[in-house]
């Protein structure tokens, strides 16, 4: 789904070619390299855009000694599309790392809307740290695994607060857009 946010942002600023956004996503911070986006990758999710009528072929560019370039535009249906497939990302999130690419696409939806989603997902990780805690506290457990359920509790817990204060951040961030 990243990737198709991706595609829609940039055709909403206007048409592009798939070679054109990959290069995008290369220059100045490999973020093809970073999300293993290959160019097949790319052209897959194109081909999957049009077959859902969010994006279509607007032009073919003949170039003389060069192959040809499909430009493609947004739809209509992929403007009303691309709204909530950001909000989806921050809905469906599991960690900070998932809502990148709808921190970087903020700007086609509503704030107060993400920031809503976002105090959701860090209140649902304070309670999974909360009930973490309380059943470390009841948990009875045996002398040999002390040591082990020890250090795998400080690692949840850790874990937990470390994506808690992203959460935190992101909120502070959009609090002052």
């Given at each position: ?6 595609i ?9 070619y ?58 209509e ?8 497939k950001?909000y ?20 086609y939806?509503?704030?107060?809307k ?15 740290r909360?009930t973490?805690t ?7 457990i ?14 949840f ?7 808690i ?13």
């Amino acid at each position: 789904m990243t990737i198709q946010i991706y595609i829609l942002s940039k055709l909403i600023e206007r048409d592009h070619y798939p070679y054109e956004l990959k290069k995008g996503l290369s220059e100045p911070v490999p973020f093809d390299k970073m999300a293993n986006i290959t160019e097949s990758k790319l052209y897959y999710h194109f081909e999957s855009l049009t077959k859902q009528g969010l994006i279509e072929e607007a032009e073919l560019i003949k170039e003389e000694h060069r192959p040809d370039k499909q430009l493609y535009t947004i739809t209509e249906k992929g403007r009303l599309a691309l709204p909530q497939k950001i909000y989806d990302v921050f809905e469906k999130s599991k960690q900070m790392s998932d809502l990148i690419i709808g921190l970087i696409f903020i700007q086609y939806v509503d704030i107060q809307k993400v920031i809503t989603l976002v105090q959701v997902k860090k209140m649902a990780l304070e309670n999974k740290r909360e009930t973490l805690t309380k059943v470390y506290e009841k948990t009875v457990i045996p002398a040999h695994l002390e040591e082990t359920i020890h250090l795998a509790n400080g690692y949840f817990m850790e874990s937990l607060q470390r994506e808690i204060s992203w959460f935190e951040r992101v909120l502070e961030m959009l609090h002052h857009d």
